[in-house]
């Protein structure tokens, strides 16, 4: 008997708990074996699934894999546009570009550049509204940010700027409707540099 009938649904027994475990040792191994077969491949062709946050995965790695296309004409992509951190070793990604540390120590994991985050805005928001001159002006302006997540709140309140939930006009939890917003006039928000610099739309505030 794996499962036990109770008020709130069904629960692993002692014996399904013990069976998970080897099981999932067994999957896990399995994993390793065929990713570990998949590395002698020498021939450069096939498919390749890459995991990316959704803004890498928009802005970054369209043109990466255009030029890719073009010196390896034999690989085929596929991408996976999620904040969530893949699990690899189940073969949910070959690849993950992912800006946290991974914690997986079975992979192989190398750090690849630092990408700078800016407070920025469109220039036309900047024309109507004005440009703050410190950060303390922020909480005068629209601001855009996460819905849900606190991630930006507690940015401000480290910088000893108090703000709520309330005090961003514009709010989603996904980070390419963020952008877009920002881009179009919503208000200031935050964004990686190197996508403020090529955007002519886009001015950055503050250092």
Known sequence: ??????????????????????????????????????GS???IEGTVRIAA????AAYVLPEMTMRLGIEEPGIEVEIVASNQVENLLRRDADIAIRMVKQAQNELMARRVCDIELCACAAKSYLDRRGRPLKPADLVDHDLVGFDRG?????????????????????????????????RAGNGIGLGQEPLADRDPSIEKVLP
Request: overall charge negative; glycine content about 8%; cysteine-free.
């Open 1 to 38: 008997t794996l499962f036990r009938r109770g008020r709130h649904g069904y629960e692993l027994t002692e014996a399904g708990s013990t069976l998970f475990e080897r099981g999932k040792a067994v999957s896990e191994q399995a994993s390793a074996f065929s990713l570990l077969a998949l």
């Open 150 to 182: 606190d991630e930006i709140i507690r940015g401000f309140t480290q910088h000893g700027i108090p703000v709520t939930r309330s005090s961003f006009r514009f709010r989603a939890d996904n980070q390419i409707v963020l952008w877009e917003a920002v």
């Open 53 to 56: 946050s959704e803004v890498v």
């Open 41 to 43: 491949v020498e021939a």
